[in-house]
Nanobody
Framework: QVQLVESGGDSVQAGGSLRLSCAASGYTDSTKCLAWFHQGPGKEREGIAAIYSGSRRLNYADSVKGRFTISQDTANNTVYLQMNSLKPEDAGLYSC???????????????????WGRGTPVTVSS
């Protein structure tokens, strides 16, 4: 059974940076996609970045392109989200998800992911 545990959330000032980590265990062929989702206060969960495990196939939401980078350390089964130039609207809960609904393609929609971590909170002050 795949399990995901996020860490790295913190309080930062606008313009600052954070790196989130998602430690994964129990990979299976059905969980080839690893993604980060963001849920701001009072807002729906939004997919922001995804990676096809073991490849350079990446997918980013327009809202984070050029600022956030998703990467994977396959040796340690960890996925990272490097967040730069943070804005107040980036605040919220960041969750890691794993899935494999579409072979070779990792969309940024919640229904494509079957395993979720509990999330790590990020606060961005202006």
């Amino acid at each position: 059974q795949v399990q995901l545990v996020e860490s790295g959330g913190d309080s930062v000032q606008a313009g600052g940076s954070l790196r989130l980590s998602c430690a994964a265990s129990g990979y299976t062929d059905s969980t080839k996609c690893l993604a980060w989702f963001h849920q701001g206060p009072g807002k729906e969960r939004e997919g922001i970045a995804a990676i096809y495990s073991g490849s350079r196939r990446l997918n980013y939401a327009d809202s984070v392109k050029g600022r956030f980078t998703i990467s994977q350390d396959t040796a340690n089964n960890t996925v990272y989200l490097q967040m730069n130039s943070l804005k107040p609207e980036d605040a919220g809960l960041y969750s890691c998800a794993a899935g494999g609904l579409f072979p070779g393609y990792c969309p940024l929609v919640p229904y494509a992911y079957s395993v979720w971590g509990r999330g790590t909170p990020v606060t961005v002050s202006s």
